[in-house]
């Protein structure tokens, strides 16, 4: 999913055409949740502008 997000960020070029096409296509994006009792774990979400851009800026990402 992740090179997926790439590839349409590299095609749309802008993060928001990125975003709504991901919301159209009913796509959950990977978020790690923090505090609480499921600190530390994976959890799949509907995507949001904030959870896109720390994906995008992320260079732990750089090579997905």
């Keep these: 999913r992740l090179n997926y997000i790439f590839r349409l960020f590299k095609r749309h070029k802008v993060a928001r055409r990125v975003l709504r096409q991901l919301v159209d296509e009913k796509l959950k994006i990977p978020v790690k949740m923090w505090g ?13 502008f904030a959870d896109l851009m720390r994906i995008l800026h992320n260079p732990t990402y750089a090579g997905a």
Aim: charged share 30%; proline share 8%.
């Design 36 to 48: 609480g009792a499921h600190h530390g774990q994976l959890k799949w979400k509907e995507p949001d």
